[in-house]
């Protein structure tokens, strides 16, 4: 069995693959008298190629378990995808660079809760991977016409272990 090691998502190990979405570092703007904080410009939405257009979606996604089997990833090659999630609970990611599929290049992270992701044009992921609780996510992505999705099978399974999260 082909374990994959899960890193703590930071901004920097995961710039390859888009923008983590966190209010920690993030540029704040005071609005309403001073009643509210504006958390400023946390991803790059781009969704605009083949006149596309953005779409805000909730998904609920149902608890995986782990050990998880990771056999298939996605890509959106017109747009990005942001996934901001409505609760303070840990999810998992899987990712891989844009281009072609090179299983070598997978990488895992565990969120710290609150944090999201925009996933990049083009970048390979795996489907929403909740755990513990069913979990609900704002999702930010894109709408229009052309093909939009590509779904490719890896030739040899990766597993997301206990041990992995722990690493």
């Known amino acids: 069995m082909k374990?994959?090691?899960?890193?703590?998502?930071?901004?920097?190990?995961?710039?390859?693959f888009g923008d983590v979405v966190e209010l920690e570092g993030a540029k704040q703007i005071p609005l309403n008298l001073g009643t509210t904080i504006r958390y400023h410009d946390l991803a790059t939405v781009d969704v605009g190629d083949k006149g596309g257009r953005p779409l805000v979606n909730l998904f609920r996604g149902q608890p995986r378990t782990l050990p998880f089997e990771v056999k298939i990833l996605e890509r959106h090659p017109l747009g990005s995808q942001v996934f901001v999630p409505l609760h303070d609970k840990p999810y998992l990611i899987v990712v891989a660079p844009v281009g072609d599929l090179d299983p070598a290049k997978v990488r895992a992270f565990v969120t710290s809760g609150w944090q999201g992701v925009n996933y990049a044009k083009g970048v390979w992921h795996h489907p929403l991977i909740a755990f513990g609780d069913v979990s609900d996510f704002i999702v930010v992505d894109r709408g229009g016409d052309g093909l939009n999705l590509n779904e490719q099978d890896l030739h040899e399974s990766l597993w997301l272990t206990e041990d992995a999260l722990s690493a």
């Open 3 to 16: 374990t994959l090691a899960i890193e703590p998502l930071t901004r920097e190990a995961f710039a390859p």
